[in-house]
């Protein structure tokens, strides 16, 4: 459970990093806003890579951990009880519902952020070349992370 809830949190967090550096990197560029702070940029100063590949890695790490969290809740439903099950139940709607809302909202393409329409709109990400989300389904390269395939 414990592990559970760490990756539904992990998972709203990155999803939201994801969908909003498009944002951060515009207002950064053309408001002067104060450098990006979220996953995509942490990812390339540690690995020493572009922006796009810390993006695509970033787009893994969220989709293995998809996965592991699919895996998990399964395990711990064959196991639990009903107030359990719907526990797990509801942290798998909180993801799908943060997912639903961070690729449906203009909040990510309006970079005012809300404000005055605006013709000059920010590109919302791009689908991922899905063969790289597959690559990775063991324990992510991340030592804080990797304990979720430990359950």
Same mark, same amino acid.
């Given at each position: ?12 967090? @990155? ?58 809740s399964e ?18 709607? @909180? ?46 390269e991340v030592?804080?992370?990797?304990? @979720? @395939?430990?359950?």
């Amino acid at each position: 459970m414990h592990a559970l809830q760490d990756i539904s949190a992990a998972l709203v967090g @990155w999803c939201n990093d994801i969908v909003s550096y498009n944002k951060e990197a515009f207002r950064e560029q053309h408001f002067g806003f104060p450098g990006i702070q979220n996953l995509v940029p942490v990812l390339a100063h540690e690995r020493g890579c572009s922006m796009d590949e810390a993006a695509r890695q970033a787009v893994v790490m969220h989709d293995t951990a998809m996965h592991r969290m699919a895996e998990l809740s399964e395990q711990v439903r064959r196991q639990a009880g009903p107030g359990l099950s719907r526990y797990v139940e509801g942290l798998c709607q @909180w993801v799908r519902g943060s997912l639903e809302w961070h690729l449906t909202t203009d909040r990510y393409a309006d970079p005012n952020n809300p404000g005055e329409p605006v013709a000059d709109r920010v590109a919302m990400p791009t689908v991922v070349d899905c063969s790289t989300a597959t690559a990775a389904l063991g324990p992510l390269e991340v030592p804080a992370v990797a304990w @979720w @395939w430990d359950c």
